[in-house]
């Protein structure tokens, strides 16, 4: 399984503990407001394999709690629950970030107690999924099975959302609230506006629009808070 990116050491991306997160390659979506866009379209060549990857951890325990999966989208390499096996052997924990379009293998993970912290992206209301994930067509049921089997998991769960002042509005968040009511936590991310934002037409939305949106999701999800993307 190739590595296409790590930050060895972070205290925001695992909340509660010290990690280091690991990123992988290939992603369903193309978000136009995505950091990552080089590792979702493979643009860019792996940093290392998953033998360099175990190297590293092996120095690294008694320093690091756990190792986070992102991307891309982590549950689209057919090798991830193996490497997750053998990282959890070391006695490392595993938080998993994920798109939500893969349930059958989110299902597997968490059945096998591979996972002890799931994030999942709510892109946006089921109207503007596609327009959010910058593809034609989703199956919405796809995305609601997965917020249904992490909220069924047992595990240690967020959702979140990347709020961005172009596609995101009022109506949506009540849209978003009814798809996660009753979650655990609910996290507003307002876009930041990088270089590396493949598209340029986008930006951070309005102090008083995330107000709004956090007193909206706050009837659905009583631990609704804003979370910085710096």
């Given at each position: 399984?190739?590595?296409?990116?790590?930050?060895?050491?972070?205290?925001?991306?695992?909340?509660?503990?010290?990690?280091?997160?690991?990123?992988?390659?290939?992603?369903?979506?193309?978000?136009?407001?995505?950091?990552?866009?080089?590792?979702?379209e493979?643009?860019?060549?792996?940093?290392?394999?998953?033998?360099?990857?175990?190297k590293?951890?092996?120095?690294?325990?008694g320093?690091?709690?756990?190792?986070?999966?992102?991307?891309?989208?982590?549950?689209?390499?057919?090798?991830?629950?193996?490497?997750?096996r053998?990282?959890?052997?070391?006695?490392?924990l595993?938080?998993?970030?994920?798109?939500?379009?893969?349930?059958?293998?989110?299902?597997?993970?968490?059945?096998?107690?591979?996972?002890?912290?799931?994030?999942?992206d709510?892109?946006?209301?089921?109207?503007?999924?596609?327009?959010?994930?910058?593809?034609?067509?989703?199956?919405?049921?796809?995305?609601?099975?997965?917020?249904?089997?992490?909220?069924?998991?047992g595990?240690?769960?967020?959702?979140?959302?990347?709020?961005?002042h172009?596609?995101?509005?009022?109506?949506?968040?009540?849209?978003?609230?009814?798809?996660?009511?009753?979650?655990?936590?609910?996290?507003?991310?307002?876009?930041?506006?990088?270089?590396?934002?493949?598209?340029?037409?986008?930006?951070?939305?309005?102090?008083?629009?995330?107000?709004?949106?956090?007193?909206?999701?706050?009837?659905?999800?009583?631990?609704?808070?804003?979370?910085?993307?710096?």
């Open positions: 399984m190739d590595i296409y990116g790590l930050q060895k050491m972070t205290l925001l991306d695992y909340p509660g503990h010290v990690a280091c997160t690991v990123f992988t390659g290939g992603c369903d979506f193309r978000c136009p407001f995505c950091h990552n866009f080089e590792l979702a493979r643009t860019c060549e792996p940093i290392m394999n998953e033998t360099e990857l175990l590293f951890l092996d120095k690294r325990r320093l690091l709690d756990g190792v986070a999966f992102t991307g891309g989208e982590p549950l689209m390499d057919k090798g991830l629950p193996e490497l997750i053998t990282i959890r052997s070391k006695g490392f595993i938080k998993l970030d994920t798109n939500g379009y893969h349930p059958d293998a989110l299902n597997s993970l968490i059945n096998e107690k591979l996972v002890d912290y799931i994030a999942m709510i892109k946006n209301s089921p109207q503007k999924y596609p327009l959010t994930c910058g593809v034609k067509k989703i199956n919405l049921d796809t995305i609601q099975r997965s917020i249904k089997i992490i909220m069924d998991s595990c240690d769960y967020e959702f979140r959302t990347t709020v961005i172009e596609f995101h509005k009022t109506d949506d968040f009540i849209k978003i609230g009814e798809m996660i009511k009753g979650a655990d936590k609910f996290f507003i991310q307002p876009f930041t506006d990088r270089d590396t934002v493949p598209t340029k037409e986008l930006s951070a939305p309005l102090k008083e629009e995330i107000q709004q949106f956090v007193e909206i999701m706050k009837q659905y999800v009583k631990k609704t808070e804003v979370r910085s993307m710096e």
